[in-house]
């Protein structure tokens, strides 16, 4: 198995959204913000390599919406699927599955594009299965008030209506998923049946995080976002699987931090903190 970074396309979110009751004093020693009180976000897909088959994880917010919505989120489009996949040697047809940790627009916005020769609406990815999981889809397509402005119904619908959607079962909160060759956590903090990918690779443990921990500066359990659903439910999630990574030395996959792409934590006397920063090129050339 081979894992590569896929960078989507950086953006903005408030600071105090990210870190929910946090005061800024605190969080922006780690992500400072800028005069709009905005911090920086990367969109860090993950592209796995297994076998016969070519995974791709999240998708970033593609390029279908308007300017004006792009535009509340200072998007950043020197990076793109398509010139990040061309970087690597492949293209959007050689992906065999699109697995999306969960459906909020950042994730899954580049799942679905407009046709090149009309605003049809259109899987970007003619050739995959899309993974997602019963529990999260019927929470993304029945919303409630809160997350409503999450779920865009034209990220989602076209995934089921065109044929390509594959629901994986949730039967554990842990699981593997056969055909990819990982395994899952599912967490309910941040949204419903948020799915968390764990890869091993020459006796090495890496987890991609997604929202379950965004940036390197939301390790500490108090910091969670204003954007979680549950938030109290993140803080048990939180702590017991960063008791897990910090004792096993898991490399952890950052898939919001524009400035640390993997980490490592560690115990201390004030619970487990940030430890080691690594590039995926110092891990894997």
């Not at 490399?251 to 487990?272: A, C, F, M, N, Q």
């Amino acid at each position: 198995m081979k894992i590569y970074p896929v960078e989507a396309g950086n953006f903005k979110l408030d600071g105090g959204a990210m870190f929910g009751v946090v005061p800024k004093s605190l969080w922006q020693r780690t992500n400072p913000a800028d005069s709009n009180n905005m911090i920086d976000m990367a969109a860090r897909c993950l592209l796995v390599e297994s076998g016969d088959r070519l995974t791709l994880i999240d998708t970033g917010m593609g390029n279908k919406q308007s300017e004006k919505f792009f535009g509340y989120y200072y998007m950043d489009h020197r990076f793109d699927l398509d010139s990040s996949l061309k970087d690597l040697g492949f293209s959007k047809d050689d992906i065999t599955d699109v697995f999306l940790t969960h459906l909020h627009f950042d994730h899954c916005g580049g799942a679905i594009q407009k046709n090149n020769s009309s605003d049809v609406l259109e899987p970007a990815f003619a050739k995959a299965k899309y993974h997602s999981n019963a529990n999260h889809w019927k929470w993304a397509t029945e919303p409630n008030d809160r997350e409503k402005a999450s779920f865009l119904s034209e990220n989602i619908l076209p995934i089921q209506q065109s044929g390509q959607l594959e629901l994986i079962p949730q039967d554990s909160y842990y699981r593997t998923a056969q055909e990819m060759d990982f395994d899952i956590l599912f967490v309910d903090g941040h949204t419903e049946k948020m799915m968390i990918p764990h890869f091993k690779i020459d006796g090495k443990t890496f987890v991609y995080m997604a929202d379950l921990l965004p940036t390197a500066g939301h390790v500490p359990l108090p910091y969670v976002m204003g954007y979680d659903t549950r938030p109290l439910l993140t803080l048990d999630e939180k702590e017991r699987f960063l008791e897990l990574a910090a004792t096993n030395g898991y490399y952890l996959i950052l898939e919001h931090d524009p400035h640390h792409e993997i980490i490592t934590v560690k115990h201390t006397d004030r619970g487990v903190r940030h430890d080691q920063t690594y590039t995926f090129k110092e891990i894997f050339n």
